[in-house]
């Protein structure tokens, strides 16, 4: 039972604190939200696309804005196997790596003028910063969602000793803590109740629906997806996709005669 009861009041614990994360984006990043979405609005209504990029578990924000149903269909979500939590030492170490992200890029359609967010918890590491460096060397816009209060106090893994939110145009706060857990548990130190993901997430769908928002205001009809489990999803879907595919590195050309899945 007692073991049963410290699980409860951690939960409760942990559901308050996320309530207070939630309110500090609500408060602290409305403004640098709706600067974000005018600059990609700007982008997407002249035919451009949103690029997406984190690795590790920053790699989820990128994806759940991937293909999305409800969400913009002309997002590229810079998904490398070898960046996620798949082979979690080796990623350790690639994400560490000086000139890795230069490599990465290769595989990409970037264009001068265009937005990417990159997203790195620590903003430490050497791959999220080196992406920074090269798409802003060719011409791109850097929004960096990071955790202000643990990478004000980090050390840069690259070699310019540069952090990464030093190198953004716009600074996105997930307004998570030091060492992203939240709860300590015991007389250890030791904590549980990651923030970063939650915030992550939390601040690109809204920052997808003030997208949304602002290129209704120029005008320009936003390209969302819809489920393909409704009626005439697919049908809606594979139209969208046919304007985007060839610059999309994970977009399939739509078939006819396939079933496209969004949830």
Do not use: W
Not at 190 to 219: C, D, F, H, W, Y
């Amino acid at each position: 039972m007692r073991g049963k009861g410290m699980q409860m009041n951690l939960v409760d614990r942990y559901i308050e604190e996320l309530e207070k994360q939630l309110n500090m984006i609500r408060t602290s990043q409305k403004d640098s939200i709706q600067k974000a979405a005018d600059r990609i609005a700007d982008s997407i209504a002249k035919g451009g696309i949103l690029h997406v990029f984190g690795s590790g578990h920053s790699h989820m924000i990128a994806e759940d804005v991937f293909h999305r149903a409800g969400g913009l269909i002309c997002v590229n979500a810079m998904l490398e196997e070898s960046l996620m939590e798949i082979n979690v030492g080796r990623t350790t170490q690639l994400e560490r790596l000086n000139g890795y992200a230069s490599i990465l890029l290769n595989g990409y359609d970037l264009k001068a003028g265009e937005v990417i967010i990159i997203v790195s918890n620590s903003g430490m590491n050497a791959v999220p910063i080196e992406m920074a460096i090269e798409c802003k060397a060719r011409g791109l816009y850097i929004i960096v969602l990071t955790n202000m209060d643990h990478t004000s106090t980090a050390d840069s893994r690259h070699e310019s000793g540069k952090k990464l939110y030093e190198l953004a145009d716009l600074v996105l706060d997930n307004c998570g803590v030091y060492g992203d857990a939240v709860l300590s548990y015991d007389q250890s130190g030791k904590k549980v109740g990651p923030t970063s993901t939650i915030g992550g997430l939390i601040i690109i769908q809204t920052l997808m629906i003030a997208i949304v928002e602002e290129l209704i205001k120029r005008n320009a009809s936003p390209p969302v997806l819809v489920s393909a489990n409704t009626e005439g999803g697919d049908k809606h879907n594979k139209q969208l996709i046919a304007r985007y595919y060839d610059r999309i590195k994970y977009l399939a050309k739509p078939n006819q005669n396939s079933n496209e899945s969004e949830t």
